[in-house]
């Protein structure tokens, strides 16, 4: 019997995967295969990819299948895959990025014609395309999204992995794990990733089992860098280890309780607002590298190189920021509070394109998804979909002493904070938001068009 191929994206799990669930029953044999496209380039984000395909390759072995690993342009290598095994499918989940859609489109266009293309909507709670205002428009600001996303109910009931799966023999040529040079940058840093993350679907289930303890705490804790009190999922629902689905289900099972219903709600908005930031990648594909607000390509930026170094490095002389750089260096994440108070300081503080920053991030974090992280670098420069105006700045040293009180997150990543060789801070940041705010006055009468709802 002929194969089908089960093309594994950035949604590398067994449970409550649409596409694997499709391919067994489909009642052919399976080809799992995955393919390196060139869209992870981060060196965190390879070293993720690296070990959660070995413990996806585990994990469809107890399965009775192999997966298949091959480098190249997706339609390229399905079509030389195809006409190699006589496979007559495509099993495979969408994705929203724009080097993402140009894949699925080409892959449409080659294989459409001698095979059956089968994609899912398996990543987000809700596709882009079935929220949208009155008028017919996409939504700009996350409340009216977020309530008008909630009104189409709740999303499906997560299914099981499936028992087994019929294998392809013999199994096709496949590159090694090694061979696709993941690991190939920033080794100095893989120690602390290691100490910190277990990638693949089994530490992101071990996560979701400590949703009932976080939610109690999860309102009042969250925004507190000191405390372990967010859930550290993003990674996990980066790469398709668990599904938003999972992650749904089970915080409305841990928040059922009165104690924890406030803790759940909340979380289920952090789940509303990825959706949000992939719903605005969707409508607006320049979203990496361009602001939604068409006055802020007038912005005069300021790149002072020697202070940009100093933001990468944690070396600002701002405990909070350099501390949250620093753990960002050292582990491929940081605390989502800190992301917004050093991104603030990047943008603000020392006037450098947002999307500098964004690129940084992108570089260096585990959970590094386009989709959220150009939302939220536009939303913290004030350029996006936020509603309130560019003039908020944050403090660095207040918002430090309101979400560290004591000092021990400064302290952990920071250890020479009260020593002589920590450095002076390299701006004043009363002086630097007043050039902010200068800055911002100069652009506002360039508004060309309004913000939608």
């Known amino acids: 019997m002929p194969p089908v191929i089960l093309w594994f994206r950035r949604n590398l799990r067994l449970a409550d995967n649409a596409a694997l669930l499709a391919a067994a029953e489909s009642g052919q044999p399976v080809i799992p295969l995955y393919i390196a496209d060139g869209q992870d380039e981060g060196t965190a ?126 199994l096709p040529e496949s590159l090694s794990i090694d061979e696709l040079e993941l690991l190939t940058d920033a080794v100095d840093r893989y120690d602390g990733y290691a100490n910190v993350w277990t990638p693949g679907e089994r530490g992101a289930l071990e996560r979701i089992d400590d949703l009932e303890s976080l939610l109690g705490n999860y309102v009042t804790s969250r925004d507190r860098p000191d405390k372990d009190a967010t859930s550290r999922l993003s990674p996990h629902l980066c790469f398709g280890e668990v599904s938003v689905r999972q992650v749904w289900h089970a915080t409305l099972q841990a928040g059922a309780s009165a104690s924890s219903a406030a803790g759940g709600e909340a979380l289920l908005r952090q789940l509303y607002w990825r959706d949000f930031s992939s719903y605005l990648l969707f409508h607006f594909p320049d979203l990496p590298h361009k602001p939604l607000r068409p006055e802020f390509e007038h912005f005069p930026w300021s790149v002072d190189e020697s202070q940009l170094h100093a933001w990468q490095e944690g070396m600002t002389g701002y405990p909070v920021v350099d501390a949250g750089m620093r753990q960002l260096r050292e582990t491929g994440w940081m605390h989502n509070r800190v992301r917004m108070i050093a991104a603030s300081f990047l943008i603000k503080d020392l006037l450098v394109p947002w999307q500098i920053g964004a690129d940084w991030f992108l570089d260096r974090l585990v959970d590094a998804d386009l989709a959220n992280n150009s939302a939220s670098w536009q939303w913290v420069a004030g350029c996006g979909t936020d509603a309130a105006p560019y003039f908020r700045v944050f403090n660095p040293t207040l918002q430090g002493k309101k979400f560290d009180p004591q000092g021990s997150y400064v302290r952990r990543w920071v250890p020479e904070v009260s020593a002589s060789a920590y450095p002076a801070p390299i701006v004043d940041h009363g002086e630097a938001r007043r050039r902010a705010l200068d800055a911002y006055d100069s652009i506002k009468g360039m508004r060309t068009s309004k913000q939608a709802p």
């Open 45 to 170: 984000s390879r070293w993720w990819l690296h070990h959660s395909l070995s413990n996806l390759d585990k994990d469809l072995r107890k399965l009775g299948v192999a997966l298949v690993l091959r480098s190249g342009p997706p339609h390229v290598v399905l079509d030389e895959l195809s006409r190699e095994t006589g496979a007559t499918a495509v099993y495979f989940a969408r994705r929203y990025e724009p080097e993402s859609r140009r894949q699925q489109d080409d892959v449409g266009d080659t294989l459409g014609s001698h095979l059956d293309l089968h994609c899912y909507n398996d990543s987000l709670l809700h596709v882009p395309e079935s929220v949208s205002t009155q008028a017919g428009n996409p939504y700009r600001v996350f409340t009216p999204f977020w309530n008008a996303a909630r009104s189409l109910g709740e999303p499906d009931v997560p299914s099981p992995a499936p028992h087994t799966v019929r294998a392809f023999d013999p």
